[in-house]
């Protein structure tokens, strides 16, 4: 099977993915804007040929240089597990005649108002929400919705230009703020706990399911420097109101028309006990979720996805045995890393839960931590139980400092 795969190097996991696809027994076809010498070496390994383009997103002039690129050759497949590359890999489907959803199916994974409007058609509990280009028209969605609410991007990631506004001079601000965004969707506050659902699909049947616990909400990291974030995969997903959540999220990828593949959706519990639908990816989750999810059941979701799309099957036995928390850092300071304080003292004492431990060397310069969710090193702890394993990740979340000077 020959399988285009866009931007195979970047970002983060995709190194991960790319391989797993090769070694699934699939001729990888890499299309990226990264020159071949930036590829690291085992997906350099992985790639059967890559086609470096200067601007992946000029999308007209891509999908004719990969037919050109690919013209003596079948294409099976084209995958891109990167969000901005989502319309992209619709295009191309549909001007190679490969299966997988069409630009139109698409649009709704892209537009968060238009996905929520179809979901409001299917009957599946959205916030409360409105499209709005202007300020008359943020205000009246606001009057329509009420405070507090939230204002953001149709297409945002990564909580970027994304307000809270529980009072009308808030929002005032938060428009003023928004200026450079042309349009913004205008939301009913939901409060509550927030959880990702994460899924593996074959043919619509849905072969792999994961559930994640924000600890805290996304947007509270978003606007706290010396939070140190991170999400927790739960072994049990059989409480009612996690249940609530998974039939929420089964629902939703139904009504999309979602087929085979990875994706990655945000739900939130609110008050009352309700499921309420976030949103929707069609790629693998960020954040180095498929890690914390190998870590959970010992599997290899790369290997898992891979295996899905090329011989639509999934035969690893994924049995939830731990909770398994990322604990992401953010250095104390400016410069470079000087200091792990505290972490002798916690790996002594949680050592043999902790899965994954990579923190930026001492020496080396800190990271912006808007930029690289994982900031200055991440940690993943996991134990059978959850209250043990919310113990262990807030101390590492409290008592390892990073500094930096
Ligand atoms: N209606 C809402 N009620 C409460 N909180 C919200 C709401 N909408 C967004 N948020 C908060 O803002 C965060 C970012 O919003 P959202 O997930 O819609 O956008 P995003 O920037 O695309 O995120 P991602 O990083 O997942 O791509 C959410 O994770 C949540 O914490
Ligand atoms: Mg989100």
Redesign the pocket.
């Known amino acids: 099977m020959n399988v285009v795969m866009l931007s195979p190097g970047f970002p983060d996991d995709m190194p991960y993915f790319t391989r797993a696809l090769a070694a699934a027994g699939a001729r990888v076809y890499g299309v990226g804007d990264q020159p071949v010498q930036a590829l690291r070496p085992e997906v350099r390994e992985a790639l059967t040929d890559y086609l470096r383009v200067d601007d992946l997103w000029a999308e007209e002039r891509t999908v004719r240089a990969v037919a050109d690129w690919m013209r003596n050759r079948s294409i099976d497949r084209v995958e891109c597990l990167w ?1 901005p590359g989502m319309v992209l890999v619709a295009r191309m489907r549909e001007a190679f005649g490969v299966p997988g959803l069409t630009v139109e199916q698409t649009i709704p994974f892209r537009d ?1 108002v238009r996905m929520k409007d179809v979901l409001d058609r299917a009957g599946l509990r959205t ?1 409360q929400h409105a499209r709005a280009r202007t300020r008359e028209e943020v205000w009246r969605a606001a009057d329509r919705i009420g405070l507090p609410l ?1 204002i ?1 991007p149709v297409d ?5 230009d ?1 307000y ?1 506004c529980d009072t009308a001079p808030e929002l005032d601000a938060a428009i003023a703020a928004m200026r450079h965004v042309p349009e913004v969707n205008v ?5 509550g706990e ?1 959880f990702t659902f994460d899924t593996i699909s074959i043919g619509g049947h849905v072969a792999y399911e994961n559930v994640a616990w ?1 600890r805290p ?4 990291a978003r606007l706290n420097e010396w939070i140190s974030p991170g999400v927790i995969a739960l072994r049990d997903l059989e409480p009612e109101p996690i249940r609530r959540g998974r039939e929420l999220g089964r629902a939703v990828l139904s009504t999309l028309g979602w087929d085979t593949g990875i994706a990655h959706m ?1 739900w ?1 519990l609110n008050a009352q006990g309700d499921a309420v639908f ?2 929707i ?1 069609g790629r693998a989750p ?1 954040g180095r979720l498929t890690h914390v999810m190998n870590y959970a059941s010992d599997v290899d979701l790369f290997r898992g996805w891979a295996e899905a799309v090329v011989h639509r099957t999934f035969s690893q036995q994924a049995d939830r045995r731990y909770n398994a928390g990322a604990v992401f850092k953010r250095a104390h300071g400016t410069g470079r890393i000087s200091a792990h304080e505290g972490l002798d003292h916690l790996l002594r004492r949680h050592g043999e839960h902790v899965a994954h431990l990579d923190l930026v060397p001492v020496g080396q310069p800190r990271r912006d931590w808007r930029q690289v969710v994982t900031g200055d090193g991440w940690v993943v702890v996991r134990h059978p139980d959850l209250a043990t394993t919310i113990e262990i990740f807030d101390a590492f979340a409290a008592e390892l400092r990073v500094l930096a000077s």
């Open positions: 969000e968060k916030p939230i953001k945002g990631a990564g909580s970027a994304t809270r939301e009913e506050y939901v409060d927030e924000y909400k996304p947007l509270v945000e939130f976030g949103e990816g960020g």
